[in-house]
């Protein structure tokens, strides 16, 4: 069992900037993809950003350019840097990782752009 905890969201104008952090209990040098979604009520949760085992990168098109995934082996921790945020950025983002075949994710944490 892995738990995923997030962190760092909150409230910010249009145009700001926040990171969200996501600390694992287990060993994300062994993960083999990790990632963030998010959701808004109504909506399938979609992928934002994605990191493989490789080092690799993947972005949804609405974020590129403005998003960036990152990680840090010795603390465990995975972060999402989110600049120049927009309304249509609000949704609660979850942090996702798989191991070993299965996946887990966080409880979510809410962000939310006001215009």
């Known amino acids: 069992q892995v738990q995923l905890v997030e962190s760092g969201g909150g409230l910010v104008q249009a145009g700001g900037s926040l990171r969200l952090s996501c600390v694992a209990s287990?060993?994300?040098?062994?993960?083999?993809?990790m990632g963030w979604y998010r959701q808004t009520p109504g909506k399938q949760r979609e992928s934002v950003a994605a990191?493989?085992?490789?080092?690799?990168?993947n972005y949804a098109d609405s974020v590129k350019g403005r998003f960036t995934i990152s990680r840090d082996y010795p603390t465990n921790t995975l972060y999402l840097q989110m600049n120049s945020l927009i309304p249509e950025d609000t949704a609660v983002y979850y942090c996702h990782g798989s191991w070993l075949g299965y996946d887990y994710w966080g409880q979510g944490t809410q962000v939310t752009v006001s215009s």
């Open positions: 287990r060993s994300i040098f062994s993960a083999n993809d």
């Open positions: 990191i493989a085992r490789s080092g690799g990168t």
